[in-house]
């Protein structure tokens, strides 16, 4: 299975402004000498060996995440990262009106639904889009959004074929030659969580969910959904002072994804849906402290840490 990284952000979109931009550049610079950048390859190898937060970003699109296992393409949720998914997948198949999509929604606050509308597949006759959720009338959901009054387009006048599948919480459901099953977070208006599970290897979604009073009995039932998952995404949005501070609102913090992962025996943690007002120096500070936070935990396991960055490509 490929799993790929479309948009990592939290609550709202947040591209980089040019303040920003100019940040990055006087950053490379200062650590260039003129052996460094004196042709362009040797500026080329200068530039890849510098960190991820100077050489590049980190992104500011929502919510959205790509699985491909042989012909199938699954996505988790559609944020406006999905836009760009879709462009690359309109190169293949689903340009010619002969490709299907399962998407699975961890639920339908706006920065998990609001890249659908420029999903260009869904305008494609031919294609099939299956729209998964435990969330009651999700397709009524869908087209409130893009009723006149918010969107130019109606849902209407989509011409892929769209269903919606309701699923039951907990319940497993088969996507072609692979298992998916859900589990409810603790989060406004609930939000699902998913396991996609391939013979022996598993693959865990778990976004904007809160575990500031998880203990115990609700522990025993987290764990064992997260458990020997080959990679774990895991809501990170919060700093731990933060989560504690915003208790109801739906979101945990990379420590606590530390500690989660390394009970279930993960083999990858994925820090994701970054906070909109964290820039990129931010998020690598926090992965630095958390990279830190995990070296001196004492445990019989220890997961692998990484901060999702859109362009990120794992293979599990």
């Known amino acids: 299975m490929i799993v790929r990284f479309w948009g990592v952000r939290g609550s709202v979109p947040a591209p980089l402004g040019a303040k920003q931009v100019k940040e990055k550049i006087m950053s490379a610079l200062k650590g260039a000498s003129e052996s460094d950048i004196g042709d362009k390859r040797a500026a ?67 920065d998990h639904i609001q890249g659908f509308p420029f999903f260009l597949p869904a305008y494609v006759p031919g294609n099939r889009i299956v ?21 130019p387009v109606p849902f209407r006048a989509l011409q892929a074929d769209i269903e919606f599948v309701s699923l039951s919480e907990g319940e497993n459901v088969a996507v072609d030659h692979v298992n998916v099953k859900n589990i409810k977070f603790n989060h406004p208006g609930d939000s699902f969580g998913y396991r996609v599970e391939k013979q022996d290897t598993a693959f865990v979604y778990a976004t904007d969910a809160e575990f500031t009073r998880v203990h115990g009995t609700d522990m025993e039932k987290y764990i064992p959904f997260f458990s020997k ?56 500070d926090i992965l630095q402290r958390t990279l830190k936070y995990a070296e001196l935990k004492d445990s019989e396991h220890t997961s692998k840490v990484i901060m999702a960055h859109e362009g990120l490509e794992l293979v599990i």
């Open 44 to 110: 080329g190898d200068y530039l890849e060996g510098l960190p991820w937060h100077i050489k590049g970003t980190y992104g500011g699109n929502t919510s959205c995440v790509e699985l491909h296992s042989e012909d199938t393409t699954i996505i988790f949720d559609a944020g406006t990262g999905i836009r760009s998914l879709g462009l690359r997948l309109m190169d293949g198949k689903f340009g010619r009106g002969a490709g299907t999509a399962h998407l699975f929604l961890s639920h339908t606050h706006w």
């Open 131 to 151: 729209i998964y959720s435990p969330h009651p009338d999700v397709g009524g959901r869908f087209s409130l959004q893009q009723e006149a009054k918010y969107f």
């Open 229 to 284: 998952a080959k990679v774990l995404v895991f809501d990170s949005q919060y700093t731990l002072m933060e989560a504690l501070e915003k208790e109801d609102w739906g979101h945990s913090s990379s420590l606590t994804g530390v500690d989660m992962a390394n009970e279930a025996g993960v083999e990858t943690l994925v820090l994701f849906h970054h906070e909109p007002t964290y820039d990129d120096n931010t998020l690598w």
